[in-house]
């Protein structure tokens, strides 16, 4: 027991073998913890459900500030108090309510737009092909490189028809933008 406890400066004892573990520990659960929250936070739809509460009590905040006012007001009107008492600002409640529900929104667009980016990437390039390090092992899910250079071939001509429309386009528009000569 005396091997394990040291004097320290201020004359406490502490027991080294003991404690170093467990800092070590703690500081490990406490970098993957924010390992995890920061990949958490770049997810739209943890995000939305982290604001959700958020967004719950502010709305209590805002109603409970508006019947406070709204009692406060109707207090004056009847001549009961004077207005020298301060109220809450109502407006202030009211603009981080729409603050949250801005944060919200943008939550559920970048949400659309990950799905649909998935969607659309499954729809043009729906199976793999499978890889040259492996040729022994055959997915059901992958396409021949026949098939792969079709769909490639395919896309590269809709790019190009998509290309050629858009310079028809500027064309056109430059066209009628010159001031053209009198016939």
Do not use: W
Not at 38 to 54: C, E, G, N, Y
Not at 167 to 180: F, N, R, T, V
């Amino acid at each position: 027991m005396a091997s394990q406890q040291q004097q320290q400066p201020g004359g406490l004892v502490s027991q080294a073998g003991l404690q170093q573990p467990t800092s070590l520990q703690q500081q490990q659960q406490q970098q993957q913890q924010q390992q995890l929250s920061q990949q958490q936070d770049f997810d739209p739809v943890h995000r939305f459900k982290m604001l959700i509460p958020q967004l719950k009590e502010s709305l209590q905040n805002v109603m409970r500030i508006a019947s406070l006012n709204l009692a406060h007001n109707t207090s004056i009107d009847n001549g009961i108090k004077s207005s020298d008492t301060s109220v809450q600002r109502f407006d202030k409640s009211l603009e981080e309510f729409y603050a949250l529900c801005d944060q919200l929104e943008l939550c559920l667009r970048l949400a659309y737009e990950c799905l649909s980016q998935s969607i659309d990437s499954a729809k043009h390039s729906p199976n793999l092909v499978p890889t040259a390090t492996k040729p022994d092992t055959v997915q059901t899910e992958s396409m021949s490189y026949a098939q792969y250079l079709g769909m490639i071939k395919s896309q590269i001509s809709c790019a190009k028809d998509i290309h050629n429309a858009l310079l028809e386009c500027s064309k056109k528009i430059a066209g009628k933008g010159q001031p053209q000569g009198i016939m």
